[in-house]
């Protein structure tokens, strides 16, 4: 089974109000790409992956005009993929979406949120106290957390959570003092939101559960200046220590256990005032104990560095023109 997660830069740009896609020559969201350029380059993309499951990070919005199953499902079907149904959780009202496009003849899926007295359904609020100032604050998602219950077609039983967490960029900065004062205050959002995972990532792995976690955590060690303020990135607290309770991806684990050097990356973003671009590793996906026991085998499709992507030119224009992010699979036999 190949299980994928892909932030699909503003993908809801790609459709129309009847939820089909835009097949012209007007512009995406992408810089000077069109919308006929990036639906073909994603097609290109998922077609490759041949995922059983993929879940999509800023999929199409849901609201009274759009709808992001029929969307996503309109998608698969114009492309002919075997990961042609969909699901949501809660929507919310930024335009991106979180959902699980995925093989209705390889698994089985439902959203199925659940709640504990120390971690709330990812639709409510989270009290914690986020300034040490003794009173405790409410922390809300944004986008909030997709969870399901899977079944795969042998019987097993898995938990998936789909998770964007808050960017940590300093929107709406207006001098030095307002980047740093934003900044901080979207790292305590950040790791607030990224405790409140790891208590539901705690409840699932007490409960015996298997347990997933995919997605875009905006996040990764070393990535700014103010994290060692905090001590711990967003992804050291969602993993957890080295123990029962912990969870593990080899991207994140080989990032953490060297702050200098080469490191594997997820995406690319161009940097207008320097004329370069920046390469991140935020796209993860973590799995329990148990489930690492089956070997699964985890891949960046990254178009510069992964071999097999950079020697099929397609492929390789297709990564870089579909979005600022690239695709992460893992292989398990479950």
């Not at 504990?116 to 809300?140: K, M, N, T």
């Not at 205050?185 to 208590?199: P, T």
């Not at 060690?221 to 993993?239: A, H, K, N």
Request: proline content about 4%; aromatic content about 8%.
């Amino acid at each position: 089974m190949r299980i994928a997660t892909y932030n699909v830069e503003w993908f809801t740009n790609l459709f129309d109000e009847e939820n089909q896609l835009v097949l012209d020559d007007s512009w995406s969201a992408r810089h000077d790409v069109t919308k006929r350029q990036q639906v073909e380059a994603l097609g290109i993309v998922f077609t490759a992956l041949d995922a059983d499951a993929i879940l999509v990070v800023e999929a199409p919005d849901q609201n009274s005009k759009r709808a992001t199953v029929p969307a996503l499902e309109n998608f698969a079907k114009g492309f002919g993929l075997r990961a042609r149904e969909a699901v949501i959780g809660f929507s919310n009202d930024t335009q991106q979406e979180l959902a699980l496009l995925y093989d209705p003849d390889v698994l089985t899926a439902r959203h199925d949120a659940v709640s504990s007295l120390d971690a709330p359904r990812f639709d409510q609020q989270f009290q914690i106290d986020l300034d040490v100032d003794e009173r405790a604050d409410a922390v809300v998602f944004s986008k909030p957390p997709l969870e399901l219950a899977l079944t795969t077609k042998a019987g097993r039983d898995l938990r998936f959570i789909g998770a964007h967490l808050k960017s940590k960029a300093p929107h709406g900065a207006r001098n030095r003092d307002d980047v740093m004062r934003i900044s901080i205050a979207n790292r305590r959002k950040q790791l607030a939101q990224a405790i409140w995972l790891r208590r539901r990532v705690v409840q699932h792995l007490k409960n015996g559960e298997s347990l997933i976690l995919a997605g875009d955590l905006n996040d990764g060690p070393g990535l700014d200046e103010y994290e060692d303020l905090f001590g711990r990135s967003s992804v050291e607290i969602i993993l957890g220590e080295q123990g029962e309770d912990c969870l593990h991806d080899p991207h994140a684990r080989a990032a953490l256990g060297r702050r200098l050097g080469a490191q594997p990356t997820t995406s690319r973003f161009f940097i207008e005032k320097e004329n370069r671009y920046l390469q991140a590793l935020l796209d993860y996906i973590m799995v329990s104990a148990d489930l690492r026991a089956f070997g699964p085998k985890w891949r960046i499709w990254h178009p510069f560095e992964d071999h097999a992507c950079y020697r099929l030119p397609e492929l390789r224009e297709a990564l870089l023109t579909a979005s600022d992010h690239f695709p992460v699979t893992m292989d398990i036999d479950i």
